[in-house]
């Protein structure tokens, strides 16, 4: 199984390494419209490879999705949470009951038909 995960890893990073240097063209970025005809002052530009721009904007949109998805699934990580606490104290229960009534794991059958 671990091979099989390295050599889909290893042909994901083949595709990825082959489009960066098939776009590595520089594009140029502005941070804001060029707006000098209104008389404001004009925005810093800057150029860029597609392949970093395009990974980058892939790599943010990756981490802003697992955030979301990290935050939805916080009642359902509440929720194990607390049957975990619940089985555990009932866990412990079941053991103190056993041990005030003198029962080993074979005896109980024995106590509960006995009644």
Do not use: C, H
């Not at 790599?59 to 359902?76: D, H, P, S």
Request: no cysteine; aromatic share 8%.
């Amino acid at each position: 199984m671990r091979l099989l995960t390295y050599l889909v890893l290893g042909f994901a990073a083949l595709v990825v390494i082959a489009w960066s240097v098939a776009n590595r063209g520089a594009v140029t970025v502005a941070s804001a419209p060029d707006l000098t005809a209104y008389g404001l002052p004009a925005s810093p530009t800057y150029d860029v490879p597609l392949f970093a721009l395009a990974l980058g904007f892939g790599a943010v949109g990756f981490i802003l999705g697992a955030a979301r998805e990290y935050l939805r699934e916080g009642r359902v990580r509440r929720r194990a949470a607390e049957s975990r606490r619940e089985a555990d104290k009932l866990q412990r229960e079941v053991a103190t009951l056993k041990r005030s009534q003198n029962l080993d794991e074979d005896d109980e059958i024995i106590a509960l038909t006995a009644r």
